[in-house]
């Protein structure tokens, strides 16, 4: 897979400020999305964005909420995501 250009929005009140981490003098926040160019929902977005869970969270099955969506508008060579709103005929690009 090449390059993929993706608009990223989230809901800054949602954001758990006891996972954001200290260092250095900076705050830093760990997110985790899941991408699926060729199947966006009703409102045209490929993924989610929630805040990241460490190793031991993840195997006792804490989720984090959703604290907003992504949209992949790029994709290596110019090509557009493949969308199951378009038709075929659409989809092919010849």
Same mark, same amino acid.
């Given at each position: 897979?090449?390059?993929?250009?993706?608009?990223?929005?989230?809901?800054?009140?949602?954001?758990?400020?006891?996972?954001?981490? #200290?260092?250095?003098?900076?705050?830093?926040?760990?997110?985790?999305?899941?991408?699926?160019? *060729?199947?966006?929902?009703?409102?045209?977005? #490929?993924?989610?964005? *929630?805040?990241?869970?460490?190793?031991?969270?993840?195997?006792?099955?804490?989720?984090?909420?959703?604290?907003?969506?992504?949209?992949?508008?790029?994709?290596?060579?110019?090509?557009?995501?493949?969308?199951?709103?378009?038709?075929?005929?659409?989809?092919?690009?010849?």
């Amino acid at each position: 897979m090449g390059k993929l250009g993706i608009n990223i929005g989230i809901n800054v009140k949602e954001i758990d400020k006891e996972r954001l981490k #200290h260092n250095n003098g900076k705050v830093w926040m760990n997110l985790t999305t899941f991408i699926d160019p *060729s199947n966006p929902d009703k409102y045209g977005q #490929h993924g989610f964005i *929630s805040q990241s869970t460490n190793k031991e969270e993840r195997e006792n099955g804490v989720k984090t909420p959703i604290l907003g969506n992504c949209q992949v508008f790029f994709t290596e060579g110019g090509a557009e995501p493949i969308s199951d709103n378009k038709t075929e005929e659409e989809q092919i690009p010849f």
